[in-house]
């Protein structure tokens, strides 16, 4: 069975897990108290203004015409009205989408080649002190939830060694790129503007380390007890004794097969790290997506919620497709397979 | 593959335990989570200022530094933090606890009926339904029902329940729907036995392994939801203390009354790694390497 | 080809990156002066040795932050971040000065009929919008029928008063009212005029104001129509305001205000007092805990002031649910409260209230009944309720703002007091945005709120109005649904007494009135306490505050930038040194 039909099935399934979330999402803004058009008006606003507003958001309509309604306007891109800053949600998630897309990818650059470089030196240096100070420092960073290293971080690098800024995303007089991909590092970088670049990323490292710890400690666990049971393995003795340096075998042959597992945790890790951000961002005060869901969550903002958690939702399954790709690419058990997975 | 049974003799449960104990991180996770528990249980008696964790304020005494008489030290409402550790303590075990004892029998069930069921339609939409709860990360749902709802140690935890069933659901499947096709189940079924008895005397029994294993591992990872969520304000209320609260109202005192969160933050790590190394244990414990 | 190469050029990869990035957090600070610092933190002049600082035009701002959210429309806004933004943005007819008087603003001069019912008003010619049109009677009319239309904001002052607002000449514009309104003068301040060309050019169709579309609702989020000293540069709906300075302002310039004022939304205490310390923010909020001022102090150059400013604190009890539907219960919850506990640990510098006016406001009330905490008199209430002997039945649910962290000691004090009664009190941190929502119905505003409260204009009658006035609930000012048709009754009369003192007499009797249905504990008058920059930006309010000259602000006014100075080469020389 090939690749693409592999991917087909798997889009398929999204595509119906979606729809079971927008509906559980419709359902949930639907049932709950409240008269959505006299919230965004205010208590003050003339009633006729608000019949008018309630025709607009087509409440008197029965629910599945309502239902239906919001996912066209949806599959258009409108996600509705936020109450909190007034403008369509859409606009506000093209606004701090960017800004948590590359706090994570640095997360998740920094927890994978932390992680599978500290597995690796942990595994080739097994039972030595450096290995013990890897596995204390695994053990201590899976325990420590995001937000206590986040915190401790504030306190490290912003009163001890204050080296980081501790909020925002730019420093105030720094000139902003002009607006490419949204992502600030990325824009400076493409447009030549080095003191924005390093600006925008040393802004970016202490949240997306609070971010990485937690799954990098992991991650290292993970690829350093891998390998050193593959250390024993037969094939690791036959090569060996081949005289295959020790490096070349660490890096060449094992570091492919123990990624396969490291990876698939990975991918849940990745998609972790936005729900972690949640948290993480408010700490930093990072103006994000997730931060900007935070808020719609304490302050009940519906359209904003749904908004947030269907853009999340989209994004994971589309994540989780593109590592399950990858491991079945890495893995030549699955992908020579010919029966259905 | 890795396999255990638990048809158990008196004699195997005394090979577990003596396992158990040759793995002395496991032993050091057994004996952190068995103080946890007394320290939680008996936090009345144990604590110094067991007032402090009810409805208390001194403001003459706020914001000291850790002391003789005040060990961590107290927050800005003139409480001291050891007791109101002590007693959050509570809290914790309680959200760990009581979330998988409330997911477990209705995760596992519902992944034994789809394991049964298997290749018909109650299995594909039993299967749907997890798939849609494990689109979102279990933290994020767990905010968004926890926010929805009054803030409440009851309702957090519904709302991480809500969150984390699925995952127990599907397990199950997995094993179900592959011990569903033994032999002895074929058997089972030829001789007639009743669907009810193939469920919960054939098929369940040799889940069971990998259950507890994960029961056992998760308690600590439920604890840190519950402490993510009360960070943000969606636990326990004021006055009962919550870890996540703690460190939260402590965050804006940084540097100067460091105590405050420092404290807290380091109680949590600690549930959460005696619970991970007891778990780890148990993992090692029911599992049996293959040669 | 893999293994040890490339574990090198990794190696060497980051730790280049680690190298170029502690070099460039070199670069992007000031480079430290060589020499010796000055002897006294206070003297005036730069040191010598480096090159003379020569300050960038955004050197020249004042940053602040406050409560957020913010509406800069004055149709929609009405709260203390909303107010700070439109005073600076837009002008109104008159303008109140800081000893608490009346001064022409955009009218000239405006004559009064016999009847006191229609208001005359002579415009000041010249007078230019930031997109360069000039404001005529038209804009004047076009504003105020937008306000009263969109009913939002500030509208409840003038909707039961104003009839119409015609402009009878271009520069002449006159207002009728239903009835006579005697602080009417008092209140215009809060009549921000808007320019009418720009807000019909971005009105948006279809929308629920009919022909007027959605009368602009949505482009003046984020933009301003004003006339006002600065005008929007960004406008970040859920972070920031950054205005910049109207060149063409018919009331001049000093050479030294702020070219540019930032209003943020406020963080955390521990980012707010990095951002003071790193002289990033010139003014701080008011919100901030105790030991953050404690902690600002210490700092160089940087002065902490507390001034009563006509705000009060309360806790609005629900009249309308159970319990607090009980007036001996509310009295019982007022008799036990420890409000010296409050004033001299949590709030120091504020007084105890005396009712529902703060002393400051002209038409207090110096007589009127204060409660003192006695646990007598409040278990002798307690007893007469008829609640006294199901209390655990019955809890009361308490709502703070999560964006003032010290109310949650205010509101721990409370639920430990009301213990000593056996009342149990349920504590819920809300975001501001969220106890607005929830002071929209009955149902959902909770037993008791915690609620700072500003005039609206500097007279008794306003408070009463915006606090007691039924026209006015659902609004997070009244979060007590009181309704009651007497008082309202009253507060009407003496609105509509032109006559000072006999206005005066009328508020007397409304706030003792009021103060025996006990719908509200009045906890204490606020003394707003702010760290500026004293070492390099003149603020008139921590100056009088300093000198204890008299200052009688409206919320917003206080930080009117216009008036403030800013001098960015004592902020570098502060930076300079250690």
Known sequence: MSLLSFLARRLALAIVVLIGLSILLFLIARVLPGDPARIALGPRAPEYAVEALRKQMNLDKPLYTQYYLWISSLLKGDLGMSLLSRRPVQDDVKEYFPATFEEVLLAAIILSVGGIGLGILAAKYSNSWLDGIVRIFAYLGIVTPAFVWAIMLLLIFGYWVPIFPIQGRISPGVTLPPVITGMLTLDSLLTGNWVAFWDTLKHLILPSLALAMAPMAQAARIMRSSMCSDLGADHVAALTAYGVPENRILTKYLSRLSLIPTISIMSLDIISLFAAAFVVELVFNFPGLSRYGMQAILNKDLNAISGVLLIFGVLFTLITILIDLIVAYLDPRIRLQRKSI | MKTFNLNATWNSVKRSIYKFSRNKISVVGFFMVLFVVIVAIFAPFLAPYPKHAGAFVDYKNASQPPSLAHPFGTDVFGRDILSRVMFAFRGALIMGLGVIAMIVPIGVFVGLIAGYYRGTWIDTVIMRITDIFITLPALILALAVAALLRPTLFNSMMAVAFAWWPWYARLTYGMASSVRNEVFVQAAETTGASKAHIIFKEILPNCLAPIFTKMALEIGWVILVGATLSFVGLGEQPPTPALGTMVSDGAKYLPHQWWISLFPALAIMFIILAFNLFGDGVRDMLTTEEV | ?578
Not at chain 3, 83 to 104: A, H, K, M, R
Not at chain 3, 116 to 128: A, E, I, P
Not at chain 3, 461 to 472: D, F, T
């Open chain 3, 1 to 578: 080809m893999y293994s040890k190469n490339l574990r090198k050029f990794g190696v060497v990869l980051v730790v280049s990156l680690i190298l170029a990035l502690v070099a460039s957090c070199g670069q992007a600070q000031p480079s430290p002066t060589a020499s010796s610092p000055s002897p006294t933190a206070s003297s005036p002049s730069p040191t010598p040795t480096t090159a003379p600082y020569t300050p960038k035009a955004e050197d020249y701002i004042i940053r602040s932050t406050e409560d957020w959210p913010t509406y800069i429309d004055p149709a929609v806004g009405n709260d203390f971040s909303d107010s700070i933004s439109l005073v600076n943005l837009y002008d109104s007819l008159v303008f109140p000065t800081p000893q608490g008087e009346i001064e022409p603003c955009l009218a000239e001069k405006w004559d009064i009929s016999d009847d006191n019912l229609t208001y005359t008003f002579t415009l000041r010619q010249g007078v230019k919008f930031h997109n360069g049109d000039e404001l005529t009677a038209e804009d004047v009319e076009f504003s105020m029928k937008r306000l009263l239309t969109i009913g939002e904001g500030f509208g409840y002052i003038f909707s039961p008063y104003v009839q119409d607002c015609k402009a009878i000449e271009k520069y002449k514009v006159a207002i009728t009212l239903k009835k006579p309104f005697g602080p009417f003068i008092s209140a215009l301040p809060r009549f921000y005029i808007l320019n009418k060309r720009a807000v019909m050019e971005n009105i948006e169709k279809p929308g629920p104001y009919g022909d007027f579309g959605d009368y602009g609702k949505k482009w003046l989020l984020t933009n301003d129509a004003g006339s006002g000293p600065y005008k929007v540069k960004e406008m970040k709906m859920e972070e920031y305001l950054l205005a910049e300075k109207f060149d063409d302002y018919w009331g001049g310039w000093d050479p030294d205000a702020p070219k540019f004022f930032k209003l943020s939304a406020t963080s955390e205490p521990a980012t707010e007092f990095a951002l003071f310390a790193k002289r990033e923010m010139e003014i701080t909020s008011e919100l901030l805990p105790l030991e953050t001022y404690n902690s600002i102090a210490k700092l160089n150059g940087a002065d902490v002031v507390a001034f009563l400013n006509g705000n009060n604190f309360n806790i609005m009890l629900q009249t309308k649910k159970p319990p607090t539907d009980d007036i001996h219960f509310r009295k019982a919850l007022a008799y036990c409260l420890d409000y010296d506990q409050v004033i001299s640990n949590i709030y120091p510098g504020s007084v105890q209230s005396q009712g529902p006016v703060p002393t400051v406001i002209p038409g207090h009330d110096p007589n009127v009944f204060q409660y003192h905490r006695d646990l007598e008199k409040a278990r002798a209430e307690l007893a007469q309720s008829k609640y006294a002997d199901k209390l655990d039945q019955y809890p009361v649910t308490l709502s703070w703002c999560a964006e003032a962290p010290e109310e949650e000691k205010v509101a721990l004090l409370f639920q430990a007091n009301a213990a000593e009664l056996g009342i149990k009190v349920e504590i819920t941190k809300k975001p501001f945005g969220s106890m607005i929502a929830d002071a929209q119905s009955p149902e959902t505003t909770p037993n008791a709120s915690l609620i700072f409260v500003a005039s609206h204009y500097a007279e008794a009658g306003a408070m009463l109005m915006s606090r007691y006035h039924s026209s006015n609930c659902g609004s997070w000012e009244q979060c007590e649904w009181l309704q009651d048709p007497e008082i309202d009754r009253m507060i009407e009369d003496s609105l509509a007494t032109v006559d000072q003192q006999e206005r005066f007499q009328k508020y007397y009797a409304i706030q003792e009135k009021i103060v025996d249905l006990c719908p509200t504990i009045y906890v204490f008058d606020q003394a707003e306490r702010r760290a500026y920059q004293s070492a390099y930006v003149h603020w008139l309010p921590g100056e009088a505050a300093k000198t204890n000259k008299v200052y009688v602000p409206i919320m917003g006014y206080g930080m009117y930038a216009h008036d403030m100075k800013v001098w960015p080469e004592k902020r570098a020389e502060l930076l300079s040194k250690p």
